[in-house]
């Protein structure tokens, strides 16, 4: 059976991720800030070898260490997928200060703590994949419109830690995956977002399959769609 750690899992696209990953059979640690409100999470078969939910807090760099000492075992897909976008940050003139600066703790260093932590326990398993939850807003050849300074400048310093994760990680057989779910229907992508949450899912845990043993997928910048993104 294979075991995924899901971070951000109480809603959006984590939510469903745990849903997914639960119906085709794997064992999901679902990672979030506050257990005991996650009542949608928590409404999802749990129980020994199905789900566990846990307590991760993105903002506390000791919390990956914590976590990793809680959990045994090998660890086949590690999804860094907690993220968040200030509003403080989006525009020119006042984006500089300490919104911003929790954006790049919580998009950018929180994940590679997560790989840090859990870089043995995922070199253990059969399936060896991170996966990091990006964004095309991270890509600065696509960035035709400015603003979004805290999230544009937070994914793109995780597109690079991603890429320096796919080298760094190589002998140990990791594939590590850059990924970004397309413009969703969540509350971060709103209402006008052109996939369901359960679409754009589906389209990143085939590019997860598709990983397996397939190291000529670390280190790239994948669209849902499967299309290489720019830099």
């Known amino acids: 059976m294979f075991h995924a750690l899901i971070t951000g899992a109480n809603r959006g696209l984590g939510l469903e991720h745990a849903r997914q990953l639960l119906e085709r059979g794997w064992h999901v640690t679902a990672a979030v800030r506050d257990p005991d409100a996650a009542s949608e999470l928590k409404a999802l078969p749990q129980g020994e070898g199905k789900l566990d939910v846990v307590a991760y807090d993105a903002t506390d760099f000791e919390s990956p260490k914590r976590l990793a000492a809680e959990i045994d075992g090998p660890i086949d897909l590690l999804f860094a997928n907690a993220g968040m976008m200030a509003p403080e940050t989006r525009s020119f ?127 790239r910048f994948f669209h849902v769609s499967g299309q290489d993104l720019p830099w």
Do not use: C
Request: aromatic share 4%.
């Open 93 to 219: 003139g006042s984006a500089a200060g300490e919104a911003m600066a929790l954006e790049f703790q919580v998009n950018a260093i929180a994940p590679l703590a997560l790989v840090e932590a859990f870089a043995d326990k995922v070199a253990t398993s059969e399936m060896k994949v991170v996966a990091l939850q990006s964004s095309r807003m991270g890509s600065i050849a696509d960035n035709g419109s400015g603003g979004g300074y805290g999230y544009r400048g937070s994914k793109a310093a995780l597109n690079a830690i991603g890429k320096s994760l796919s080298h760094d990680l190589a002998d140990r057989g990791i594939v590590v995956l850059i990924l970004h779910p397309g413009w969703v229907r969540t509350d971060m992508g709103g209402p006008n977002g052109q996939l369901t949450v359960q679409e754009s899912v589906e389209g990143q845990l085939d590019l997860i399959a598709r990983a397996y043993g397939n190291p000529a997928m670390s280190g």
